[in-house]
């Protein structure tokens, strides 16, 4: 097997002190961004990839994603100590994650969660191991027209499957597209919506608008609600750790259902949070006493957690082999990969086999020492929350401005983020969703160029978009999926018109 | 049950209100929202226009794109223009409450002042201010507490940006001063 022998190779390349140490601290910094109100997984990795600008790839993407490890584990934490979900896709773990703390058996619920999350990134980076390169060689034979059906594809598939209003998905999308056409157009050379102002001649940076939306937004969001807390204390021993290793066998089904939802979704624009709750909802509804759930059963932390890490994990599979990310936070590994001078997309498996090897390889460690990490330093990671938020906040918006300053020295960046985090607070409030604008705005200028170069190929036709079977039946599905919402509909009408008819 | 006394508890003694009078209801955001989204479309949708938005021999122009894009834009904000204003449920939907705007401004004032500090005293001494002044302030933390924190922060932020990590971040005078 190719793979395996590359993946050895992955592993030499991970094997020094220097990368070692970067990915402890990485797991160590994700934890904290975790565990912490008002940060979570995109946020912390956005912030700290000013850290990793002087770094070589492979050691920047490796401490990177281990602060994303990191920060999946550690929204358990508090999701089960203190029945406040870190991030979306922990909601679903407080539903019995929170009663069994309740109950006294906090150290078993959190190492289910740890266990579990384990378990489903396992279950996805096999996956990554072995189809992302499939696909990657596959998606060698894309030209510029294949390549904007599935930038279409992507776009489509979260305007027709997303469960926010349509019109608000277009606007976050819309403006994302827009945003990323700012600047000096690549084909032209000529300049768009500048009007004559310096700064935007560069265009208006990914990263600074995910920090503003994400970051300041969030701690914005964050002050409005009563910050009080109660919650347990635990720690964690190694003979309740053997008991609930003892008992997972018996929930293979549920892991194994878990992790295929979660793969699945994360590979697709789903995304964690809908795995998580499929996770649950599922595994209730096959149980043989659903009654029991919600009341502290441990199978009901088994169930979102694998399948919010599988989707987590997993997202970053077509990210890797296609240039596409499947999550946000996928979508911000992908900005740092630019930032490194690496392409992202099929030619990277080719091009870069140490860089792509090496994060693959980083992944299977990450998990298996975070998994040690969370596991051992649970008691201090949960005293974190003693910390007043009148002291954690400053400090957050000091690491934004730093993130938002370094990743072009330019203090309007700064100022931009600001005017972001302000957009972001009242963007979460009306209800528009900020995923497809992220998306967006990294995407913007590859699939333009994607469209530009087919219709530059084609002489201007767009019938190029349906030249061949592959791009055509990405294409037709790419439309079916966007008009969806309303194809739905009408099959709905028409159902219930012929059942009034037949009666 | 034996973890009566490992219990983490943290107040929030400044915590907004629960019952507090409304500032402004979602309606009026999101009506608000929409005519900027509108004007914003119409703006850049006349600067594409302005730089060619046609159709060229070997496909669009540099400003097609963009220019539908603002078309979409638009429609889509009128839409929920028009969804918004025939949505009465909305005006009785509390966008944020007096107590919750003081909270956030709490947190944007500062961070406003603390940007603009930057621009003239480099981002350490600002973020010095800033910690201090927020703990102490906003946080009632004592104030040597705050002092100590924001120093241990901003030599801590030094240290790993300046020294280990040689990313290169605005400084001020005081830096001038010590000469780094």
Redo the contacts between chains.
């Keep these: 097997m190719e793979a395996i022998t590359l993946l050895l190779h992955g592993f030499a390349v991970l094997l020094t002190w220097k990368t070692l140490a970067l990915m402890l601290v990485g797991l160590l910094l994700g934890i904290f961004v975790g565990v912490l109100p008002g940060l979570g997984g995109p946020n912390g990795v956005a912030i700290l990839l ?2 990793t ?3 070589d790839p492979t050691s920047a993407i490796v401490m990177l994603s281990c602060i994303y490890w990191g920060a999946l584990f550690g929204g358990a934490i508090t999701s089960i ?2 029945n406040i979900p870190g991030e979306a896709w922990s909601v679903a773990t407080t539903f019995d994650g929170y009663p069994m703390a309740q ?2 058996e ?1 150290a078993e619920a959190l190492t289910a969660a740890f266990t579990s999350s384990f378990i489903g990134s396992l279950v996805a980076v096999l996956l990554i191991t072995f189809l992302a390169p499939r696909i990657a060689s596959f998606a060698l034979r894309f030209g510029p027209p294949e390549f904007f059906a599935v930038y279409l594809l992507t776009f489509c598939s979260f305007v027709g499957l997303g469960r926010e ?1 349509k ?2 998905t ?2 976050s999308m ?2 994302g ?2 945003l990323a ?1 700012v600047g000096m ?1 690549t ?2 050379g ?4 500048t ?1 004559g102002f310096d700064p935007l001649m560069r265009g208006v940076n990914f990263l600074v608008a995910v920090i503003g939306l994400f970051g ?1 937004s969030e ?2 969001l964050t ?12 720690s964690i021993s190694l003979r309740v750790v053997l008991r609930v290793w003892r008992e997972l066998p018996r929930y293979w089904v549920t892991l194994l259902r878990s992790s295929a939802i979660g793969c699945w979704l994360g590979i697709t624009p789903g995304g964690a949070i809908a795995a998580s709750f499929m996770g649950y909802n599922l595994a209730k509804r096959f149980s043989k006493h659903p009654e029991t759930f919600g009341k502290g059963r441990i199978e009901g932390v088994f169930a979102p957690e694998t399948a919010a890490h599988a989707s987590g994990t997993s997202a970053l599979l077509p990210m890797l082999a296609l240039g596409i990310p499947g999550s946000g936070t996928a979508a911000i590994l992908l900005g740092g990969l630019m930032v490194w001078g690496l392409n992202p997309g099929p030619l990277l498996f080719i091009e870069h086999k140490d860089f792509v090897w090496g994060l693959i390889a980083s992944m299977y460690l990450g998990n298996i020492v975070g998994l040690v990490i969370v596991l051992t330093t649970v008691p201090i990671f ?2 974190i ?2 910390i ?4 954690v ?3 957050i ?2 690491s934004c ?2 993130g938002a ?2 990743i072009q ?1 330019a ?1 309007f960046d ?2 931009l983020m ?1 005017l972001f ?2 957009v972001g ?3 979460k ?2 209800g ?1 969703p900020l995923a497809p604008f992220t998306l967006a705005l990294v995407l913007g200028n590859r699939s ?1 160029d994607a ?2 170069l087919s ?2 190929g084609a ?2 036709d767009m019938a190029v978009f349906w030249s061949n079977g592959l791009v055509g039946s990405i294409t037709t599905l790419a439309l079916t999926l966007l008009l969806w919402p309303v194809l739905g509909g009408l099959f709905k009408s028409v159902g219930v018109r012929r059942r009034e008819v037949g009666s | 049950m034996a973890f009566a006394d490992s219990e983490i508890v943290v107040e929030d003694p400044q915590a907004p209100a629960d019952v507090s009078a409304s500032v402004t209801s979602a309606r009026t955001v999101e009506i608000v929202v929409y005519v900027v989204l509108v004007a914003l479309a119409l703006l850049l949708g006349f600067d594409n226009w302005r730089s060619g938005a046609g159709w060229a021999k070997d496909g669009p122009q540099s400003g097609y794109l963009p220019f539908y894009l603002c078309v979409i834009l638009a429609a889509a904000s009128l839409y929920g223009l028009g969804k918004a204003i025939a949505t009465r449920e909305l005006g009785a939907k509390t966008f944020v409450t007096r107590d919750q705007l003081r909270r956030v401004m709490q947190v944007f004032v500062p961070t406003f002042v603390f940007v603009a500090l930057t621009q003239w005293l480099g981002i350490y001494v600002a973020s010095l201010l800033l910690v201090a002044g927020f703990m102490r302030i906003i946080g009632r933390i004592a104030w040597w507490k705050s002092l100590v924190t924001s120093l241990v922060f901003a030599l801590v932020m030094f240290v790993t940006f300046e020294v280990a990590f040689d990313v290169i971040m605005p400084k001020g005078p005081i830096e001038a001063f010590f000469g780094v």
Excluded: C
């Design positions: 000013p850290l600008f002087t770094m100590l203190f109950q006294g906090a209003d019109h608000k277009i606007i819309t403006l597209l827009l056409a157009d084909v032209s000529r300049l768009r919506m009007f300041i701690i914005l002050m409005e609600e009563r910050l009080a807390l109660r919650g347990h204390a635990a949960a005293s929350l003693r007043p938020f009148a002291a906040a400053p400090m918006v000091v401005a730093i300053f370094a020295n203090m700064v100022w600001l985090g302000v607070y009242v963007f409030k009306i528009v333009e469209f530009r219709m530059i002489g201007g």
